[in-house]
């Protein structure tokens, strides 16, 4: 890995086949999670049904952008929400095809890069994604702008991204991974590449005063940003989550806004 620029076209070559290629493993490792019918936030375990951070959904128009298997998606369904979900890997919608014939909720499936959202303007009333798409694409401040512009007036965005101080340690669970080792303000992008040289694997960090920046830039309004602390109790580690570091500081940030 390295820290490296990358041209957009390379970004989303490299994030659509790692995504594609490890769609397999990714499900099998956090599917039961997840679930098949559920919206959960964060691995910090915080979930919709009582966070409440859309509002009531029932009878609204709502985009899941990077969706994943889309378990959140068939969870706002069961809810009453009308729900497009949509996301850039086929192999994240293979599975998400799957769940649904397994579970017998269905959403329509869209295929789709989050900087050219494929929909009309002011046609939804919330927009959501929970770790998807934001710190992958190479301009999330555009990503932001496709955002408000499919929401009405009065619409609601909210997305779960890694708690950008998170970007100062090592991805390691373990005692090791409260060193910290990085400057909070370097923006270069996190890069994974082949024998080649090629990108395979592509993550953005912004900063929390970035991100503010980005929403208030595209119009919204920020109205609430949620650090879930690790609950009792949970034991479970995910990658760099785990309960030793999750107690000692945060590790997502959820973004709630309003389209005025």
């Given at each position: 890995?390295?820290?490296r ?24 490792e ?12 964060c691995?910090?375990g ?12 029932a ?33 994240m ?17 869209v295929?789709?890069d ?6 009309d ?12 798409a934001?710190p992958?694409?190479?301009d ?6 496709e ?7 009065g619409?609601?965005?909210v997305?779960?991204v890694?708690h ?15 060193v910290?080792?990085?400057s909070?303000?370097?923006r ?8 080649s ?5 592509v ?11 980005e ?6 309004v ?18 760099q ?5 999750g ?10 806004a309003?389209?005025?």
């Open positions: 890995m390295t820290r620029s990358v041209t957009s076209g390379e970004n989303r070559r490299a994030n659509r086949g790692w995504w594609d290629a490890d769609a397999d493993a990714y499900q099998a956090h599917g039961e999670f997840l679930g098949d019918v559920d919206f959960v936030w691995p910090e915080l979930r919709e049904a009582d966070a409440r951070l859309l509002g009531d959904v009878g609204r128009r709502i985009l899941e952008i990077g969706c994943g298997a889309a378990a959140a998606a068939r969870w706002l369904a069961t809810q009453g929400a009308r729900v497009v979900a949509a996301d850039l890997s086929t192999g919608l293979r599975h998400a095809r799957q769940a649904a014939e397994k579970s017998g909720v269905r959403v329509p499936l295929q789709c989050a900087l050219a959202l494929p929909f303007s002011e046609g939804f009333d919330t927009v959501c994604t929970a770790f998807g934001v992958f694409v190479d999330s401040a555009r990503l932001m702008g955002v408000f512009r499919v929401l009405r007036p619409g609601r965005w997305f779960s890694t950008p101080m998170r970007w100062i340690f090592l991805d390691d669970p373990t005692e090791g991974g409260l910290a080792v990085h909070y303000f370097n270069t992008p996190y890069v994974e590449y082949d024998e040289g090629a990108a395979t694997y993550e953005h960090h912004r900063t929390l005063g970035d991100r503010i920046r929403l208030v830039a595209a119009g919204f920020l109205t609430d940003l949620i650090e879930p602390e690790w609950p009792e109790g949970h034991e479970q580690i995910w990658g989550w785990s309960p030793l570091r107690r000692v500081f945060p590790g997502t940030a959820i973004f709630v309003e389209k005025p």
